[in-house]
């Protein structure tokens, strides 16, 4: 009864670097939602994806950072010539195609990116 | 620009007395109000939700009670439990706003103790 699966729980990687965050949805999503949590902050959306297709981006900053959720496999998150600022926590959540307003979305456990 | 604000960084409570977790908010376009729990190195935990039109909502120990001329919610736990001892993210989804995209306070952690 696996939930939201994230990989890998850590990453360390040098200034410059490509960061590559992986998140499998729970068995029968085929939505999916990346989050970013920045030290002493809140979760802040960043991108709602369904198979092959951006649905919303609104939260993505513009350069560098990139999102797919391919027809087979998890969902990427890309984050290239990562700076220190990059370091944070990032979480994906997923959720039916239709999820009621005021539904509860199911989380992994996250990646923690250190950025040194 | 901060649109849901947990002004208590952390809370402190006695093992089975009521913890009272507030949260404020500025956009008068939030539609749904949701609770989350987090406990370290994990994802948040989905707890309650309530919907703009109603005034309270209750499961189990977790009630949430919402005053909208205030822009205010609260998520009461009665009794408290040490293992209730997490952060506790209240979340927000504003209307015609896209399916997945909540709105997050900053938390507050709430330490029950034995």
């Known amino acids: 009864n696996a939930g939201v699966m994230q990989n890998p729980r850590h990453l360390v990687r040098r200034r410059g670097q490509e960061a590559r965050l992986r998140c499998s949805p729970m068995?029968?999503?085929?939505?999916v939602y990346w989050y970013r949590q920045l030290p002493e902050e809140g979760l802040k959306f960043m991108v709602y994806?369904?198979?092959?297709?951006?649905?919303?981006e609104s939260g993505m900053p513009k350069e560098r950072f990139s999102a797919e959720f391919p027809k087979e496999g998890p969902s990427i998150l890309r984050i290239q010539q990562v700076v220190r600022g990059d370091s944070a926590a990032y979480f994906c959540?997923?959720?039916?195609?239709?999820?009621?307003?005021?539904?509860?979305?199911?989380f992994g456990s996250g990646t923690r990116l250190t950025v040194v | 620009d901060q649109q849901v604000k947990q002004n208590s960084p952390s809370l402190s409570v006695q093992e089975g007395r009521i913890s009272i977790l507030n949260c404020d908010y500025t956009?008068?376009?939030?539609?749904?109000f949701l609770w989350y729990k987090k406990y370290p190195a994990e994802g948040p935990t989905f707890l309650i939700s309530?919907?703009?039109?109603?005034d309270k909502n209750e499961d189990g120990r977790f009630t949430v009670f919402l005053n909208k001329s205030a822009k205010h919610l609260s998520l009461h736990i009665v009794p408290s439990q040490p293992g209730d001892s997490a952060v506790y993210f209240c979340?927000?989804?504003?209307?015609?706003?896209?399916?997945?995209?909540?709105?997050f306070g900053k938390g507050t952690k709430l330490s029950v103790k034995p």
């Open positions: 994806l369904q198979k092959e297709n951006i649905i919303d």
């Open positions: 959540a997923s959720s039916p195609s239709r999820a009621p307003r005021g539904y509860g979305y199911t």
């Open positions: 068995k029968g999503h085929s939505h």
């Open positions: 979340a927000a989804t504003r209307y015609g706003g896209s399916q997945g995209n909540l709105i």
């Open positions: 309530i919907s703009s039109i109603k």
């Open positions: 956009n008068s376009m939030f539609d749904y």
